[in-house]
């Protein structure tokens, strides 16, 4: 028959156990949670701003846990001591109550909380929000004295102070693939996601229109001329020159629109007083910053600038998205470079085709370079303005000229030859 104070050790000792549990186990929810779910289950009740609460203040969080926990565990050492004791006397005592409360500590008051507090931490967490919240409210004094006793021992050590890095590139990459294996999302939206942080710093001039493919309109221009350039171009805004044609010299943008929702024809005089003040962008601008300036403005496009304050080329909200998100497409578009294949191993590209497209198309691995187009490959690779019939091999492809435009590459024929040169042919 085991009498009260037995009765009252053992019943101290289970619930040191249990409290060891719940404090092990509300430590990894907190610390496991992600927190952009804490602000959706803020806003659920009482329960979900206890744990927004917890999870914002997590180093006082983990504190107030941390010696609560140490309390119950030398709590539960003691009494497992004295029960021991009791049981097969000293000499034995200390071994078997070290044995016993190692494994019922590390079973029931670690791993087996841990564990599932790790697989399910948003249940777990709201479960332990509230009273968590009371015990850190209880015990604050007593955890704000033990805190400050660690910070000053970590400054004494010179460590630096804690940062908050937030959510970085890396963790959203990991938890995109995390989220297509487990259904969440799909291969194309984490496509998108991984393509946003790939392209995002990429300078503008690597997806503008070159300055040489820019269609202006030249002063005096009328309204006749700019409904021709519409139909040539399908374009909706042209740049327009000074009357000596230099696309440095930029006067301002004219609307299609502006002109067209006149029924009456325009004169040279009345389509000037239309231009728009044309906004520039450093050809170093990232394609993020530029399109966030362009939505700002509500304007549709931005004249890129080199180093010296010259027009380099133009580059539209559908390019910089298209490089986000993927090539954006329509039929109105009158020609998009690209590359076909025309026969086995073979293949046509506009010059203009990007190199990833290039390297897409027929697996080749083109290490980086000052160029991000066919053209530009093999311009660095030739050294000199090419004829027509003229090729380069260069990581197992070989790439011949075909058709020469005002000293341009505009077509280029590429064949997969199985073998690289570094050098021209």
């Known amino acids: 028959m085991i009498d009260t104070y037995h009765l009252t050790l053992w019943t101290i000792f289970s619930l040191c156990l249990l409290a060891s549990g719940f404090l092990s186990g509300s430590e990894t929810a907190l610390t496991a949670i992600a927190r952009e779910r804490v602000q959706q289950l803020a806003a659920t009740g009482r329960r979900g701003r206890r744990l927004e609460r917890l999870v914002d203040d997590l ?11 140490n309390f119950v565990n030398i709590l539960a050492t003691s009494v497992a001591t004295a029960l021991a ?3 097969v006397g000293e000499a034995w005592g200390t071994i078997l109550s070290t044995v016993v409360v190692t494994i019922l500590v590390l079973v029931i008051g670690e791993v087996t909380p841990k564990t599932l507090a790790a697989r399910y931490p948003e249940r777990y967490g709201m479960a332990v929000a509230v009273p968590v919240w009371s015990l850190a409210v209880a015990i604050r004094p007593i955890t704000r004295v033990f805190i400050g006793l660690g910070q000053g ?12 890095l937030g959510v970085t590139p890396a963790d959203v990459r990991a938890l995109a693939v995390l989220g297509e294996r487990g259904g969440e999302i799909e291969r194309g939206e984490r496509k998108i996601i991984e393509r946003l942080f790939e392209t995002a710093d990429q300078p503008v001039r690597d997806v503008m229109t070159p300055r040489v493919d820019i269609v202006t309109l030249t002063l005096p221009v009328t309204s006749a001329e700019v409904r021709e350039a519409v139909a040539r171009t399908a374009h909706s805004r042209f740049p327009v020159v000074g009357a000596e044609g230099n696309p440095d010299s930029i006067r301002g943008i004219l609307y299609a629109k502006d002109v067209l929702s006149h029924a009456e024809e325009l004169d040279s005089h009345r389509v000037a007083g239309l231009l728009r003040t044309p906004y520039y962008a450093p050809e170093s601008a990232s394609v993020m910053r530029v399109l966030e300036d362009l939505r700002i403005r509500r304007i549709g496009f931005a004249i890129v600038t080199d180093e010296h304050g010259g027009v380099d080329g133009l580059v539209t909200i559908k390019d910089l998205v298209g490089e986000l998100v993927g090539v954006l497409q329509d039929v109105y578009d009158p020609r998009v470079p690209t590359i076909l294949p025309i026969g086995r191993q073979v293949w046509l590209a506009d010059g203009r085709t990007p190199i990833d497209e290039l390297e897409e198309a027929t697996g080749a691995e083109i290490e980086d370079g000052p ?16 004829a027509e019939g003229d090729h380069v091999s260069h990581e197992g492809l070989r790439l011949t000229v075909l058709n020469m435009g005002q000293r341009r590459v505009s077509r280029i024929r590429v064949d997969a030859t199985g073998r690289a040169a570094r050098h021209p042919e």
């Open 59 to 69: 180093e006082g969080s983990i504190g107030t846990i941390l010696v609560a926990n």
């Open 85 to 87: 004791f009791q049981l």
């Open 153 to 164: 021992i970590l400054r004494l050590l010179r460590f630096p102070a804690r940062s908050d």
């Open 371 to 386: 160029y991000s187009t066919v053209a530009g490959l093999f311009l660095s690779l030739f050294g000199n303005i090419p």
